[in-house]
């Protein structure tokens, strides 16, 4: 089982963005390079958070994305929502049916103990997801940023930010 | 992200030979057969779940499958491990480090925030797996079991197990 890669560069796409000065955007081409990416890759994921309501596009060749909302109401399992969807990991194929002693549809009224565990156990998960927002994220990010690395974000913002 | 179908007929196997009687098995093709799936893609899993120590396979060509531990000492966890491994959904890629602003190696001595709550979220859903036994999940089931099933069961039973 795997997360798609999509969701940690939407996470640092998030972060990035809750740093903007106000009003400030930028584009998918300055979000690719900040990350050393390329541009259809970063297209790709920057158009499911749009989709989802986590950033927003400004109009126009020279438009460049914003988160949607305050950092502080952005958690990662919008980010995670947003780029692998809301199918649970766990599909259950309801075995309990099948072979020559399968459950009948009347044995079958409550849901198979299996797929509920396993339900359970991706609640636990995306309730935990649910209780970080991108704003603890870069709050707790910032406590390692040297001054240099201040320095150098700062420089690269200037040209880049719009 | 979509969890191995092998895990749920892991589970299911599982839970199927934690009601064997004492010192039974059942054969891989019997396996099969009761959750109606071809022998090769049962085999398969139960390879994966005897070399996790999940099951222990008898030696032979009649040598047949029985749980290596009591049901009660198996978890849902232990399962899905024996099936999926346990490398972590969320594989960082230290997108932090790239870029025209990547950290430096100093300023990564602790691990990036974002790994920390995917890896967090995670360790909250092994716990919940962890928590749930073979033999929890089939006394819940059992209680769904009529009296014509129990029967059907019996009877498939007394020509499969050995």
């Known amino acids: 089982m795997r997360l798609s890669e999509g969701v940690e560069w939407g996470a640092h796409v998030c972060g990035l963005l809750s740093v903007l000065p106000d009003g400030a ?21 920057l158009q499911a958070l749009s989709r989802a309501g986590v950033v ?12 949607a909302r305050p950092a502080s109401e952005i958690t990662l399992w ?12 766990f599909r259950c194929q ?28 991706e609640n636990a998960w995306r309730a935990s997801l649910q209780a970080v927002t ?10 390692d940023f040297s001054a240099a690395k201040i320095k150098r974000f700062a420089t690269w913002l200037e040209d880049a930010a719009h």
Chains 1, 2 share one sequence.
């Open 78 to 89: 919008d980010v995670t929502q947003a780029i692998e969807g809301s199918a649970p990991a």
């Open 94 to 121: 309801d075995i309990r049916t099948r072979g020559p002693v399968g459950a009948t549809p009347k044995e079958c009224k409550r849901m198979c103990g299996i797929a509920k565990a396993f339900l359970a156990a």
């Open 134 to 143: 991108v704003a603890d994220v870069m709050g707790d990010a910032a406590k």
């Open 56 to 67: 927003s596009a400004g109009r126009g060749p020279t438009g460049g994305y914003r988160l």
């Open 25 to 45: 955007t930028l584009s998918g081409a300055h979000l690719a390079d900040y990350h050393g990416v390329p541009p259809a890759y970063m297209a790709k994921h």
